[in-house]
């Protein structure tokens, strides 16, 4: 069996005292009535009493001095009663309004407390989803190892072999679109896996298995637009390039120098700036030191 729960309500304070002044009122207004029946009763009665005793054959009520007095005595008490009930206690006294004033205005400053909290809630959101926006635009990347001299790379091959680095690589860019001139395209043995290759070439005729050929750079990024972080992977033709599109660069400083014939640009520190860095040392596996560094546009 089931019953339904009653719905609770919740007596609000102002309506129990707004009731109890209604019965308040009811009463003292009873009281009145009650004594203004008792009065004429009574102003009947010395009528009455006037008249039997016949002290004025005319018929004039108040014409001696005990009637006089009781007619002046209640008609006094009547008018005390009166001003009581309709004059001075017509409301519920200047305490009560003084008391619910305070209320309303403690009840309103709750509510504008509230929406001041929203409000600020309100701009935090925008502020974030703003700042979400700026993020997701400034998301071009460009990717690279670099040694002391810049070199790139030379016969259109790299010039050291870092494993760590080239995980590091394939984490980062995972998914994502590789951007790449032709050349480099061409210096590795295929298509990268599990990335969007998008290769460049003025040569309207280029294609390659499991690329998408774009005749430049600007076709490449408008061709990546729905990717949160496109990199440009290459080489120092497109690096020069991609510098001014940018807003990321993940370098991988290698910290030697090398004969090469295809050097990175120079990195302008009024432009870029450094915003974290890991260094790694040299060891069985890596012929050479190197540091992850990211550098980020500055803001003009
Ligand atoms: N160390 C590293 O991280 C790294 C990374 C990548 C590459 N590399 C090295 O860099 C070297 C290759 O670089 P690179 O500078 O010689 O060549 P690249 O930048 O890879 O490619 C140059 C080619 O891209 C096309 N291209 C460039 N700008 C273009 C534009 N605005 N519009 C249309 N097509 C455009 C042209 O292709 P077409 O001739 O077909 O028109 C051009 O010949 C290699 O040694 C490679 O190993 C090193």
Not at 75 to 99: D, I, P, Q, R
Not at 202 to 215: F, G, L, Q
Request: hydrophobic fraction near 45%; aromatic fraction near 12%.
């Amino acid at each position: 069996m089931f019953f339904k729960k009653k719905p609770q309500t919740t007596i609000n304070p102002q309506q129990v005292a707004l009731v109890e002044h209604a019965q308040q009122r009811i009463s003292q207004k009873r009281g009145f009535n009650t004594h203004l029946l008792i009065s004429l009763f009574l102003l009947f009665f010395a009528l009455v009493l006037n008249f039997a005793f016949g002290y004025k054959a005319d018929f004039r009520p108040f014409n001696s001095d005990w009637s006089i007095a009781l007619a002046a005595l209640l008609g006094l008490f009547l008018v005390v009663h009166f001003l009581k009930v309709y004059v001075f206690h017509s409301f519920m006294g200047k305490a009560w309004e003084t008391k619910q004033m305070d209320f309303l205005l403690d009840k309103q400053a709750v509510k504008v407390e509230k929406l001041k909290r929203n409000l600020d809630k309100e701009a935090a959101l925008k502020a974030s989803a703003e700042w979400e926006r700026e993020k997701q635009q400034k998301n071009i990347t460009i990717i690279a190892a670099v040694a002391e001299n810049n070199a790139l790379g030379k016969d259109n091959k790299l010039i050291w072999h870092l494993s760590d680095d080239l995980k590091h690589f394939k984490n980062l860019t995972k998914g994502h679109h590789v951007i790449m001139g032709r050349k480099t395209f061409e210096s590795m043995p295929r298509a990268l896996p599990n990335r969007t290759n998008i290769v460049i070439s003025r040569n309207p005729s280029y294609s390659a298995e499991n690329t998408h050929v774009v005749k430049s750079l600007e076709a490449a990024l408008a061709f990546a637009q729905e990717d949160d972080r496109p990199f440009i992977i290459g080489g120092g033709e497109i690096y020069r390039q991609a510098l001014t599109y940018a807003d990321c660069i993940e370098l991988t400083r290698v910290h030697d120098h090398f004969d090469a014939d295809t050097f990175f640009p120079e990195i302008d520190p009024a432009v870029w700036r450094e915003v974290w860095r890991e260094n790694h040392d040299k060891d069985e596996n890596h012929a050479h030191a190197f540091s992850f560094i990211r550098y980020e546009k500055i803001d003009s």
